[in-house]
């Protein structure tokens, strides 16, 4: 950390301007409001020190999980054969969205917060911000495209093939990142906002232009609209589903006495096909089916109800600015939304069991044999 009080914390400064092409010696207060050494004005002098050493800490561990669980969760979910669907792409994008943030952008946080300070130059402090927002954005589309293809799958499967065919399912991805980098566009510019060092916050980040940012405008769309999708499609899901379950149950006749009845006729060796009681199987098909698709929800609704508990904290701070009034509120927000991008992986292994087998079979390929023989794949093409 630099002592702002010496010499040599001012030399240092105008020496970072030099390094970056700067030609002119700026004034000292510049040079400080640029790389963010504000003295007792920082994040890192009215916050405690403990925690400061305690939220890098977890950094550091949330960096290393991350990394090891993304990148095996996208291994595993990648090789599994019975997992090739549209589901599968949008988590296996998710992961890699997750991945690229805790390679990147968590080690340089807990570099800042053990530090106290910015001191990896203008150029860092730029592309720290583009990737930490973007991969937030992109994890943001993928929960959302999630949770359409479930909603189209479910609610209107005859358009569900023709629009998840691979060639489709590949330009979904690619525009997610697309539209991610581009809303970044107008503070990586300077035209809405700008892209430097906040020590109110502690980071490098989304700053004002001429009195505005798109900062606050992007956390309300980040937390409002995959709420919305949300419960619009669930809502929708859960009624279709059940609805499909009534009618089962006013359809069905009882199943001990057919079961009986077939059992006796065997015997007899005079069994017949019954045009009702395959009419019946039908509708056990369709409720299974539903069934499975219910415990495929679940696991999304987990994974969106974390995002959404990660989020909410940092979300309410930076949208009534409770940086100087709730630093600890302001702390545990970046350690959720850090957070945010390790718990996925653990979701997947915890509800689902053809992910389960995705993971074992990636570390033991001899159990494909022995393991989950009986079980039949849950997921849907």
């Not at 952008?105 to 800042?112: D, F, G, K, R």
């Not at 495209?145 to 330009?171: C, F, Q, S």
């Not at 149950?249 to 045009?275: A, C, E, H, Q």
Request: glycine residues 4%; proline residues 4%; contains cysteine.
């Amino acid at each position: 950390m630099i002592d702002v009080t010496s010499d040599n914390a001012l030399s240092t400064h105008s020496w970072d301007f030099v390094l970056f092409g700067n030609n002119t010696t700026p004034n000292v207060s510049q040079g400080l409001q640029k790389f963010g050494t504000h003295g007792n004005d920082t994040v890192f002098f009215r916050y405690p020190a403990e925690l400061m050493d305690f939220a890098a800490a977890c950094f550091i561990v949330f960096a290393v999980v991350g990394v090891f669980g993304n990148l095996v969760s996208i291994l595993a979910l990648s090789k599994s054969q019975k997992l090739r669907n549209a589901t599968t792409a949008f988590i296996v994008n998710l992961c890699v969205a997750d991945l690229l943030f805790c390679g990147f952008s968590m080690p340089l946080s807990a570099l800042t917060f053990l530090e106290r300070d910015w001191n990896y130059g203008e150029v860092l402090c730029k592309l720290f911000p583009l990737v930490r927002y973007s991969n937030g954005a992109v994890s943001l589309f993928s929960v959302i495209a999630i949770t359409i293809n479930r909603y189209i799958l479910i609610v209107h499967p005859k358009l569900y093939r023709d629009m998840y065919k691979p060639r489709n399912i590949g330009i979904m991805i690619a525009v997610m990142w697309l539209a991610a980098l581009v809303s970044l566009l107008f503070p990586l510019f300077e035209v809405w906002g700008r892209l430097g060092y906040d020590a109110r916050v502690g980071t490098c980040t989304i700053l004002k232009l001429n009195g505005s940012s798109p900062k606050v405008t992007l956390y309300i769309i980040a937390f409002g609209l995959p709420s919305m999708v949300f419960l619009v499609c669930y809502s929708r899901i859960f009624w279709v589903v059940h609805q499909a379950a009534k009618r089962v149950r006013k359809t069905s006749p009882d199943y001990t006495t057919i079961n009986n009845l077939m059992t006796f006729s065997s015997m007899k060796g005079v069994f017949r096909k019954n045009y009702r009681h395959s009419e019946m199987n039908k509708e056990k098909v369709v409720l299974r089916r539903n069934k499975q698709e219910l415990k495929l929800l679940k696991l999304i609704m987990a994974i969106f109800i974390t995002f959404a508990l990660c989020y909410f904290p940092v979300t309410f701070v930076k949208i009534f600015k409770k940086e100087d009034d709730l630093p600890i509120l302001n702390v545990i927000g970046y350690m959720g939304v850090y957070f945010s991008n390790i718990i996925n992986p653990v979701i997947y292994i915890v509800m689902s069991a053809e992910y389960r087998k995705a993971y074992i079979e990636l570390f033991c390929p001899n159990s494909k044999k022995n393991t989950f023989n009986t079980y039949q794949s849950s997921s849907v093409i």
